[in-house]
């Protein structure tokens, strides 16, 4: 397995994006970094230039964005705004493909919450929509997208890995696919059997200690059987931490060594 980090969940910097914790990642030895696609396509053009030549500097690469849309684009309900949306994806995946990003996370729960008093039956078919749109502009940048279930207190539509399969299965593009987040599947209370039903549409993982959603610095039954249900539905990709952080340093440097002992025994790719 690949292991990074999102930087945007320990983000200080104006910009957003989290680019400020890649040369930490790089020497602490994560394998790339994860940043937000949404911060990074509001960036003036100088500004993203100077993060792609930063990242160049670096040594480590963008192999995946989350936080694909920002919430200021509907995604459901009366004022959904499609052309908008579909405009933000490519420009966003033109400037994550430059980054060289393979997966972009769809949670994005600001813009796709179903708004009060509207039918979450519609709001569903609204997605099922955006997401087959934007399945042909994700394959001319050679990009998957994830749809990330998030958990209800989060949101109110797409909650469980069960839910996310169902999507994509409706959707029925080849570019969009699901993650699994193990915070999240905790929240929901969602059983690890469901990724055996995952097969291949199961492209990127995220994970975090469920406690304070924090970077996991423990061997755990939990972790291990987590990481073994993985290794049994044949996953050996790119797993990201999505963790909060006061000590970032400190936090990626002790659970780097975590996550690659969860990691034996799980061929590498």
């Not at 040369?23 to 394998?31: A, C, F, H, T, V």
């Not at 490519?90 to 996370?105: D, K, M, N, Q, T």
């Not at 069960?162 to 409706?170: M, T, Y």
């Not at 696919?177 to 905790?186: A, I, N, P, Q």
Request: charge should be negative.
């Amino acid at each position: 397995m690949r292991f990074g980090c999102c930087g945007s969940m320990v983000a200080v910097a104006k910009d957003g994006t989290g680019i400020e914790i890649v040369e930490s990642l790089r020497r602490i030895g994560y394998d790339y970094i994860e940043l937000s696609l949404a911060h990074l396509a509001a960036l003036p053009d100088g500004e993203f230039d100077a993060l792609e030549r930063r990242l160049e500097r670096s040594g480590l690469g963008c192999e995946a964005c989350n936080n694909f849309f920002p919430p200021r684009i509907r995604l459901t309900g009366p004022d959904v705004r499609l052309e908008e949306a579909l405009d933000h994806a490519r420009f966003g995946f033109a400037r994550a493909s430059r980054l060289g990003a393979e997966v972009v996370v769809f949670g994005s729960s600001g813009a796709k919450n179903v708004p009060p008093g509207f039918p979450r039956d519609d709001a569903w078919r609204q997605i099922v929509g955006l997401l087959q749109a934007v399945d042909e502009i994700a394959a001319e940048f050679g990009i998957t997208v994830a749809i990330e279930p998030l958990n209800k207190l989060e949101s109110n539509i797409v909650n469980t890995l069960a839910e996310g399969l169902s999507l994509a299965r409706e959707v029925n593009r080849p570019r969009i696919r699901v993650l699994v987040d193990y915070y999240h599947l905790v929240m929901e209370k969602e059983s690890l059997d469901v990724l055996d039903e995952a097969g291949d549409f199961l492209r990127h993982v995220h994970f975090a200690e469920v406690e304070g959603r924090t970077f996991p610095h423990r061997q755990a039954a939990d972790y291990e059987i987590f990481f073994d249900k993985l290794r049994t539905v044949g996953y050996s990709g790119r797993v990201s931490v999505e963790a909060f952080s006061s000590d970032f340093p400190g936090d990626a440097a002790g659970s780097l060594p975590v996550l690659r002992q969860l990691d034996r025994g799980i061929e590498h790719g």
